[in-house]
């Protein structure tokens, strides 16, 4: 459409460029694109992409390999068809004898994408049917798959979500030593919260809310629940503190980086370090 509307506008100089560059196409060009505005024509759109289409076969000029196997020749407006062996007429001419259009052009690119797209994102087969209705490019499939899956520039977004591969799993790392302890239940724990969960208090029907925090044992997998009213600190703390005078204080404790267990941990080493800074117990030691 672009192209349309710039050959609509086009001054006297710019009219006497085409007639030197499309010497067979310049008095098509001038009947058809007046100055002005308005719905672009049939027309207008078929002798703009004839233009755009001649540009990229002078940019891109095919090799001797190239015509000989596809027997192109130049038709009337100077563009190269392919010869097909059906006889030539104005009615099978866009169908079994396609415009060459070269594989390194830009246009190439900017035609597949756009037919691609009018039909509802189809795929390589399709879209080679399509794309050979009128046109014929070599490789074709391959440049498909280029323009549309592969490349960063030009592929399809929507397409390359349904063709990309799964993300490749993690190798999963050997097992910590304190996996395979055997010593006592529970000296190698891992530690979260859960819930919350609304419960019945006794004596009122009024629901109140709960927490509960699981203590796993790292070895041999056995469960420790405790129920706590909130998420908080002061909470978790109680709760470990009942769950070490059942199972023992354990050797290692694996958590997330959850606010409460970070607080914790440093509750714990401050305790630790006053315990044992303190001047009675320091005397009663030594």
Not at 152 to 174: D, G, S
């Amino acid at each position: 459409m672009t192209m349309v509307y710039t050959l609509r506008q086009m001054d006297q100089s710019t009219r006497e460029t085409i007639e030197n560059d499309h010497t067979k196409l310049a008095p098509l060009i001038f009947s058809y694109f007046v100055p002005g505005e308005g719905p672009i024509s049939h027309e207008e759109f078929h002798f703009a992409l004839r233009i755009l289409i001649g540009e990229s076969q002078k940019l891109h000029p095919p090799s001797e390999d190239i015509r000989r196997e596809l027997r192109l020749y130049e038709d009337t407006d100077g563009l190269l068809r392919c010869e097909g062996r059906f006889p030539e007429s104005d009615e099978n001419k866009e169908k079994y004898f396609p415009l060459y259009l070269p594989k390194e052009a830009a246009f190439t690119s900017l035609m597949l994408r756009h037919m691609h797209i009018t039909h509802h994102h189809c795929g390589p087969t399709t879209l080679m049917a399509v794309y050979r209705q009128r046109l014929w490019t070599p490789q074709l499939r391959r440049l498909i798959r280029h323009i549309i899956l592969k490349d960063p520039a030009t592929k399809c977004i929507e397409c390359a979500r349904f063709h990309a591969k799964p993300c490749l799993e993690a190798q999963e790392p050997a097992l910590m030593p304190e996996r395979l302890d055997t010593g006592t239940p529970f000296s190698f724990i891992g530690i979260d919260f859960f819930g919350p969960f609304r419960v019945h208090t006794p004596g009122s029907t009024e629901l109140r809310k709960v927490y509960g925090v699981i203590f796993t044992c790292l070895t041999v997998r056995a469960i420790h629940l405790e129920i706590v009213t909130d998420a908080t600190t002061a909470k978790f703390l109680l709760a470990f503190k009942r769950f070490v005078s059942r199972r023992g204080t354990p050797r290692l404790i694996l958590s997330d980086n959850a606010k409460q267990f970070k607080l914790s941990h440093e509750y714990i080493q401050y305790c630790s370090y006053k315990f044992f800074r303190d001047k009675e117990i320091e005397d009663y030691l030594t």
